[in-house]
């Protein structure tokens, strides 16, 4: 069965209970700052500051989170400081920031693509071989995923011997053929073929779900390489707006690093 892709936030980084936004630590600029920020700011300052990781917030917030941008930029001086750190490249401070996605409904060939990016990034991959892909499975058979091209495209063969246009779909092609595939595996199983084996003949377009972390400054990389323009293939540009669009949903402060890459 065809299906699509969806990219859910399942967790990001948390503020721990000691620097916890209701404690002595913090004041009423904290209400401004998201808990991504927070760890950035530690981060940062912690590279160019006399106090300690744990006094920073403390000590140094209301500069950061309680005053306009230094130099006339938009947000506070927390922001400018965010956007010398991008500029500067000093995005090593940014790693402490962490998001997990759950994917779903995406090909074998975009996670061969996907984990190429090693560097920040951990996954965890449902299984061929230990997720049966029959029709009689609980899987109900393997899912698929069809290229926008196939679905855009239409071929026309018209044969001088024959008095009409005949119309071959790109789309029942490709679907005869995974019909095809699925009829294979389903006959190699009921042949006593495992599982780990019969998934030999799955396809590149056969679906996938997987679990994914990612540090902010992976997934900037990430973006920069992946995003629509730069010419990735069409299904990882779409999961690389969706986890964007997921980031800037609890960490808004990131949107202008993503359009910048």
């Known amino acids: 069965m065809e299906t699509t892709l969806k990219a859910t936030l399942l967790a990001h980084t948390k503020l721990s209970n000691y620097f916890h936004k209701d404690s002595d630590l913090f004041y009423t600029w904290s209400e401004n700052a998201t808990d991504g920020q927070v760890v950035a700011l530690a981060a940062i300052r912690t590279c160019y500051s006399a106090n300690k990781p744990t006094e920073i917030v403390a000590k140094e917030g209301a500069k950061y989170f309680g005053s306009k941008a230094s130099d006339g930029g938009a947000g506070t001086d927390a922001d400018r400081l965010f956007r010398h750190i991008f500029a500067s490249k000093h995005t090593s401070t940014l790693e402490h920031i962490s998001f997990t996605f759950a994917i779903e409904g995406v090909s074998r060939a975009l996670l061969a693509q996907l984990t190429r990016h090693r560097a920040g990034f951990s996954f965890s991959v449902q299984s061929q071989r230990y997720v049966r ?59 006593g073929v495992p599982a ?66």
């Open 196 to 261: 780990e084996d019969a998934r030999a003949v799955l396809p590149n377009a056969a679906a996938t779900n997987l679990v994914m972390t990612a540090n902010l400054t992976a997934l900037l990389s990430f973006y920069s390489k992946r995003k629509k323009g730069r010419g990735a293939q069409a299904e990882i540009t779409e999961l690389a707006e969706a986890l964007r669009r997921e980031v800037v949903a609890v960490e808004p402060w990131t949107d202008q690093f993503f359009e910048e890459v």
């Open 133 to 191: 892909m029959g029709r009689d499975d609980r899987s109900g058979g393997f899912d698929y995923v069809m290229p926008p091209t196939v679905t855009e495209d239409k071929k026309v063969d018209h044969s001088p011997s024959l008095d009409f246009t005949h119309y071959i779909s790109a789309v029942d092609h490709f679907g005869d053929a995974m019909e095809m595939i699925q009829d294979v595996y389903d006959e190699l199983r009921s042949l």
